[in-house]
């Protein structure tokens, strides 16, 4: 059962556009949300991360939108750039083990020139 | 400050034999983790450990067993390796009330 579905699974888009992820959930026991990026062959770095009493979180280039009535968020990258080509995992939280992640499936993005 | 590292960096197996994954933190972090990842699936919690002393299942925990050997070290041990073990594998540390740094993973193929 996967609790946290991602989507797009891929997603290309032109340098300097806007990159949207969106990941729902199920659990209402979750209540952090990080993003995590990982390049090929490295292990996933923590991006940015929301709690559900804020609707956005803002920090350079990168935004998470949170609809807690919806149980959806997403991740936005602004002015996209090759250097953010990577593969990006939404995932959900709660409770007091923060390192208990569920994970989304992934999305690759690729930013072209 | 290495953070999180762990050996070996890849592995290839024959099926039923059996290895052990090592991991090892810098960060004084009370808790660790052991995750899989397989193309499509995200990452999934296979067992972790809140601190020294204590071993818990995660989702996927069939076909391993873990060793917390010291607040430092975790390590991951396959008894029988089978073809459905072939992943990247990932430990992770954190303490209370903080997000996972991730280690490099182990990418292990299983024949």
């Known amino acids: 059962q996967q609790q946290v579905k991602q989507s797009p699974q891929s997603l290309i888009v032109q340098k300097g556009g806007i990159s949207i992820i969106n990941c729902a959930y199920e659990?209402?026991?979750?209540?952090?949300f990080p993003w995590y990026q990982q390049f090929p062959g490295k292990g996933p770095a923590l991006l940015i991360a929301?709690?559900?009493?804020?609707s956005e979180k803002k920090e350079g280039r990168f935004t998470i939108s949170f609809n807690k009535s919806a149980k959806q968020f997403s991740l936005h990258i602004m002015d996209s750039q090759p250097g953010d080509s990577a593969t990006y995992f939404c995932?959900?939280?709660?409770?007091?083990?923060?390192?208990?992640?569920?994970f989304g499936q992934g999305t690759i993005l690729t930013v072209h020139p | 400050n290495a953070g999180v590292t762990q050996t070996p960096k890849f592995q290839v197996l024959k099926t039923g034999q059996s290895m052990t994954l090592q991991c090892a933190q810098d960060?004084?972090?009370?808790?660790m983790y052991w995750y899989r990842q397989d193309p499509g699936m995200g990452l999934r919690l296979i067992y972790y450990s809140a601190s020294e002393g204590t071993t818990d299942k995660g989702e996927v925990p069939n076909g391993y067993n873990v060793s917390r050997l010291n607040k430092r070290e975790f390590s991951l041990r396959l008894e029988s390796a089978a073809p459905s073990q072939t992943s990247v594998y990932f430990c992770?540390?954190?303490?209370?009330?903080?997000?996972?740094?991730f280690g490099p993973g182990t990418r292990l193929t299983v024949l």
């Open positions: 995932a959900a939280t709660g409770g007091t083990s923060y390192g208990k992640l569920t």
């Open positions: 992770a540390s954190s303490n209370s009330g903080t997000l996972p740094f």
């Open positions: 659990n209402t026991a979750f209540d952090y």
């Open positions: 929301i709690r559900p009493d804020v």
């Open positions: 960060m004084n972090h009370n808790s």
